[in-house]
C-alpha cells in the first residue's frame, strides 16, 4: 500500500484524553472509502492505526479522532505539534456501507468508534443516499463527539441521533435494528456487549459489519 507524505495541521482537544488530527497531505493522490483507516506514522517512528472521520469528498485534509491511550501511540500523540512532518499508510479496511442494499441503516458506535460512522453518515447525505439513518451513540461519560454535526441533522429530522447505554439504545430502536443493516464500530468490549444485545434479540450478530479498534486504550 502506498505511503503518502502529509502535515498536521491542527490538533484539537475535542473530550479529556480524545483529540482531532487535521492532517493535510501534500499530494492529491490520496483517495478512500468512507469507513477506512490509516496507518499514521509518526515522527519519531511509531505507527498506529487510526480511523478517517472525515468525509471522502474532502480527501487532501483527513480528520482523525483519537483517544490518547497509556501506549506508545499515545504517548507519540502527546508530543506530537500542528507542523509536524508525518506520513500515512493506507486506506485500509472493509468497514464498508453495502451499496446493493436498501434497508434503513443503523449505526452502533462506541467512544471514538464514531470516526468511521461520521465519515460514512457525512458520505451518504454527500451523496443524497436515501436510506433512513439511526445513530445509536455509547460515549465516553458525556462527551458526545461531534454533536456539532449530528445534533443538527437530528433535530432536522434528517437522521435519529440516541446517545446513552448501547444495550438500553438497542432495546428502545428494536423494531428499527430488526429490519436494518446493522454497522458497529469501536474497542473490542463494547463491540462484545452490541453482539450480545442484538443475540438478545435474536438477529444473528455475526451479520452486522463491525469494526474492532482493539483493546480499550
Ligand atoms: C483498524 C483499527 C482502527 C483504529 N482506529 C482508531 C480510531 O479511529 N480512534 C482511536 O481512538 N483508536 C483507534 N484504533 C486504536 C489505536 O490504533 C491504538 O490501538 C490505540 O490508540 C492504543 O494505542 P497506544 O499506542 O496508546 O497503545 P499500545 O502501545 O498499542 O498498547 C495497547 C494497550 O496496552 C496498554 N498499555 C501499553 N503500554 C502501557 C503502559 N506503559 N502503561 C499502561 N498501559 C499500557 C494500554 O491499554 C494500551 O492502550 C484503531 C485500531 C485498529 C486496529
Known sequence: MPTHAAVVTGIEQLAPSVVQLTVKLIHDDFTFAPGQWVNFHFPEGVSRAYTIASAPEWPQALELCIRVGAGRGGAALQRLDSGAE??????????????????????????????????IV????????????????????????????FDPLARSGTIVHESGNIEALIARNRRTVLSATIMAAGFDGFLSRCRKALDDLDLDATAIISESFGPEP
Open 122 to 149: 457525512l458520505h451518504m447525505l454527500a451523496a443524497n443516499d436515501p436510506r433512513a439513518i439511526t445513530v445509536l451513540y455509547e460515549p465516553d461519560r458525556r462527551h458526545i463527539l461531534y454533536a456539532a454535526d
Open 86 to 119: 508525518v506520513s500515512i499508510e493506507g486506506p485500509h479496511g472493509a468497514f464498508l456501507l453495502p451499496v446493493a442494499d436498501d434497508r434503513p441503516v443503523v449505526f452502533l458506535a462506541g467512544d471514538t468508534g464514531i470516526a468511521p460512522i461520521r465519515s
